[in-house]
């Protein structure tokens, strides 16, 4: 299940869903407005988000043995995913994912870092764990 099925969900529980971006604002643009999600997108050239949250690099070689990864990009693909390797440069090919949740006072309340390049939970698996979340 997708944002857009989940979106009023988000909204209720007073959650402003929004995505990082390898790259500047126009590359956020550019990429989250083939889904025309835009204005949820925020750019980060620098990767200093990433860097904050303390996400890591995947080592690359790994993908050939990692099941778990080949498992998420099988399951990717038969949603209508895939990743546009002629537009990715390594670098951010190899930038492990991540999630989080930051309360009304910017307080990581749930936090999820990947372990493989398609290591994200599902929009509604992120949803429920918000709901399980004490309220303020």
């Known amino acids: 299940m997708q ?3 989940l979106e009023s969900q988000f909204e209720e529980l007073g959650v402003a869903v929004r995505f990082v971006i390898i790259g500047d604002r126009a590359k956020a643009d550019e990429f989250c407005g083939k889904q025309g ?7 980060d050239a620098d ?13 690359f070689f790994k993908t050939f043995g990692d099941v778990a990864y080949k498992a998420r990009r099988k399951e990717a693909k038969a949603n209508g ?3 546009d390797i002629k537009n990715s440069k ?7 994912p991540g ?6 006072h ?3 309340r749930w936090y999820h870092a990947g372990t493989h390049p398609g290591d994200l939970p599902t929009m509604n698996a992120m949803l429920q ?3 399980a979340l004490p309220r303020d």
């Not at 200093?48 to 080592?59: Q, R």
């Not at 390594?90 to 492990?96: I, K, M, N, T, V």
């Open 129 to 131: 764990e918000i709901r």
């Open 106 to 108: 910017g307080i990581v």
């Open 99 to 104: 999630a989080a949740y930051f309360d009304r």
């Open 47 to 59: 990767k200093s988000t990433y860097a904050a949250m303390g996400l890591e690099k995947y080592n």
């Open 90 to 96: 390594l670098g951010d090919a190899s930038q492990l």
């Open 37 to 43: 999600m835009a204005e949820r997108c925020i750019g």
């Open 81 to 83: 995913f895939s990743v």
């Open 3 to 5: 944002l857009r099925e």
